[in-house]
């Protein structure tokens, strides 16, 4: 029988974007306070454990969003394959996530990266991995995924350096005014 998780993957914002120079990877350094904003994607994942007799994990990545960003091409899918090939559990499983999108897309709001962290975190929930501050296997496999991610592994102020993934929490920073 699968077990289902439902969960709210947050927007944010980048308040004072500073863009310092180019990387050889190709990617910018850059300097931002990283802010999340009430806005959110609804995700229901799902895991199933599959008979003995698989060969394979199966992962079906659905969400509602216009562009039709399905399967490979989500990154949501790419979270799953790598969690799956980086921690090489025994057994093989049917992962299904279904996105409803309510982020706009492409608009620098962190929207894919916060579904993929979100699967990230349902992840190792679910196979009862540590979810820790600190840098960690989960915190890497973020940073691999993209720059974004691991900031939405925390969901917290946090002031970003590098390409965004170098982060510096700001526990007392708050806006308490609205955000348009």
Do not use: W
């Not at 490979?72 to 790598?82: G, L």
Request: proline letters at 6%.
């Amino acid at each position: 029988k699968p077990k289902a998780y439902r969960v709210n993957a947050p927007a944010k914002i980048n308040i004072g974007l500073r863009v310092l120079s180019k990387r050889k990877d190709g990617f910018h350094n850059i300097e931002t306070i990283f802010y999340p904003i009430e806005i959110y994607d609804s995700l229901k994942i799902s895991i199933e454990k599959l008979p003995y007799t698989a060969a394979a994990n199966r992962i079906i990545v659905k969400a509602n969003s216009e562009l039709k960003i399905e399967n490979e091409k989500n990154i949501c899918y790419r979270a799953v394959k790598m969690f799956m090939d980086r921690f090489k559990f025994k057994d093989f499983y049917k992962f299904s996530v279904q996105i409803k999108k309510n982020i706009p897309t492409g608009a620098g709001l962190g929207g894919g990266s916060s579904d993929a962290a979100c699967v990230l975190k349902v992840l190792a929930k679910h196979f009862r991995l540590p979810v820790s501050d600190t840098p960690g296997p989960l915190h890497k496999l973020a940073c691999e995924l993209g720059s974004d991610v691991p900031f939405f592994l925390r969901v917290k102020p946090a002031y970003a350096e590098g390409k965004g993934e170098k982060l510096t929490l700001l526990p007392g920073f708050e806006i308490r005014s609205k955000i348009l």
